[in-house]
Each structure stands twice: as C-alpha cells, then as structure tokens.
C-alpha cells in the first residue's frame, strides 16, 4: 500500500530510491472518479519501473480547471483511494494548474501520460528529457472518462 506525503516528504523518498538503484515513474492528474481507465493506466506507468509517484490537482486546481462542480471527491478522499492501489507507492498534491514545478524538483526517470495529451503538451517534458529521462504516452481505454460518468450519472 502506497502513502500520501507532502511534496517535501516525497522528495526524500525519491533521493532514498535512487540511491539504491530504483527507477522512479511520475504521472499526475486529478483522478477525480476512480475507473477502469485510471486503474489500467497506473499499472501500466508502474510497469515501466520500480516506484510510481502520482501527483493528484488539488481541490482548488481541479475547480479551476474543471469548473465549480469538481472535485466531487476532495483531494484527501482521492489520494487516499490511489495510495490504496498496490500499482502506486507515493501520492502528492499540488496546488498550481501543472505539476511542473514537482516535475522539475524530481526529475522522474520516466514521465507518463494519458495518450490524449499531445507530445508538445506534456507538462515537464524538457525538464524530463534533458536529464536523461524519458516521457511515454499511455493509450487511454475506450469508453471510460470521469465527465462521461458524470453524466450517466445526471441522466439517472
């Protein structure tokens, strides 16, 4: 089971890893809904090294973003539910609109997103690429989206 820490926190169990030869995975997004979806792309992301850090949106990012009605789980209850999965070993939250400045303060081995974010629009992408990690696209699974929930969900 995986732990919720602060970014400092987290810091120090990066340097930790590293020292003993882990290969250190970062993704990031507001996983807002838990779903199939979710769950399928953070075990591939752990797959692809040793340690998976997932940097979830705060509440007040997630607003800004999404719109006044999300989160519909506050950050606590999101990150609670993530470190629960035994593909994931740490969960931080940021408060900007990108997880740039915890990107370039961790400098992941590798960097991972949803395959619906373009290459030039990867948040951390040069900071990543330019010590020596690398960025890998994840194909998204049809048919699951938290906004596509949310919206059966209001038809009821």
């Not at 769950?39 to 607003?63: K, M, P, W, Y």
């Not at 740490?90 to 619906?116: H, N």
């Amino acid at each position: 089971m995986g732990q919720v820490v602060s970014q400092d926190e987290l810091i120090l169990h990066v340097e930790r890893a590293r020292c003993n030869g882990r290969r250190v995975v970062f993704t990031n997004g507001c996983f807002d809904l838990l779903h199939p979806g979710h769950i399928r792309c953070l075990e591939q992301a752990r797959a692809l090294g040793d340690l998976l850090i997932v940097a979830i949106n705060s509440d007040t990012s997630v607003r800004r973003m999404k719109g006044t009605g999300r989160p519909v789980m506050p950050q606590e209850e999101r990150a609670e539910v993530l470190a629960a999965m035994a593909a994931v070993d740490y969960v931080t939250v940021f408060e900007e609109d990108t997880p740039q400045q915890i990107i370039a303060r961790l400098l992941p081995d590798v960097l991972v997103k949803g395959g619906d974010w373009g290459p030039d629009q990867i948040v951390g992408r040069a900071e990543v690429e330019a010590a020596g990690g690398r960025v890998v696209s994840i194909r998204l699974e049809p048919g699951f989206s938290t906004t596509g929930i949310l919206e059966r969900i209001r038809k009821v």
